[in-house]
């Protein structure tokens, strides 16, 4: 059976600030775009029993910063081991390329010339107004925007960023992730 990536960002009720372990952070939402059906999609916390089968029988969980931060805080709520969900993260790869890390704005500004609607720190504060909607709305939108990322990289084999001396090029090769790789097994550890 062929399997497809998934592009995955979540949203948290507390930050860093509150807790150093991600599997305190709580989830509010996560947003996918599931490249199988090409459809995006939000989960709330009570639904994400909904989302582990379809990590699960992906080939890649992709997104920014999605090792350090989405997956670990995922481990919270999930019965397995998260390690075993293959994953792309962006940031990573940047990182590893030009020893830095940017934020998610800094890359879709140079790259695609769009901006994020918010921050992280907005979506705690929508959840706790009870503005559900609202940050379901914003934590697509960055889904979609580390989509649009990926695809790009994907296309052009670039990504850029900008310096005080202007636009600089991060060469990519991110094909793999979409084209022609079956991902890991993964066990399936949910009762269906």
């Known amino acids: 059976m062929?399997?497809?990536?998934?592009?995955?960002?979540?949203?948290?009720?507390?930050?860093?600030?509150?807790?150093?372990?991600?599997?305190?952070l709580g989830i509010t939402v996560v947003a996918i775009y599931d490249y199988r059906d090409g459809q995006g999609r939000v989960f709330e916390e009570?639904?994400?029993?909904?989302?582990?089968?379809?990590?699960?029988?992906?080939?890649?969980?992709?997104?920014?910063?999605?090792?350090?931060?989405?997956?670990?805080?995922?481990?919270?709520?999930?019965?397995?081991k998260v390690e075993?969900?293959?994953a792309f993260d962006i940031l990573d790869d940047i990182k590893n390329k030009i020893g830095k890390r940017i934020?998610?704005?800094?890359?879709?500004?140079?790259?695609?010339g769009k901006k994020k609607?918010?921050?992280?720190?907005?979506a705690i504060e929508l959840y706790k107004e009870g503005r559900i909607d609202e940050l379901k709305?914003?934590?697509?939108?960055?889904?979609?925007?580390?989509?649009?990322?990926?695809?790009?990289?994907?296309?052009?084999?670039?990504i850029f960023y900008m310096t005080a001396t202007g636009k600089v090029s991060i060469k990519v090769d991110w094909k793999k992730y979409l084209e022609g790789q079956e991902?890991?097994?993964?066990?399936l550890t949910l009762p269906f």
Do not use: W
């Open 2 to 24: 062929k399997k497809f990536p998934v592009v995955l960002d979540l949203e948290t009720k507390h930050s860093f600030r509150d807790f150093d372990d991600p599997k305190k």
């Open 46 to 80: 009570k639904e994400l029993n909904q989302l582990f089968p379809i990590l699960e029988s992906s080939s890649y969980v992709i997104g920014y910063n999605v090792i350090n931060f989405d997956i670990a805080v995922l481990q919270a709520y999930y019965p397995g």
């Open 84 to 86: 075993v969900f293959g």
């Open 103 to 112: 934020s998610l704005n800094e890359v879709i500004g140079a790259t695609l």
């Open 117 to 122: 609607t918010g921050h992280g720190f907005q």
């Open 137 to 158: 709305d914003y934590c697509l939108h960055d889904t979609m925007f580390t989509k649009e990322l990926f695809e790009y990289g994907v296309k052009n084999n670039e």
């Open 183 to 187: 991902g890991k097994d993964v066990p």
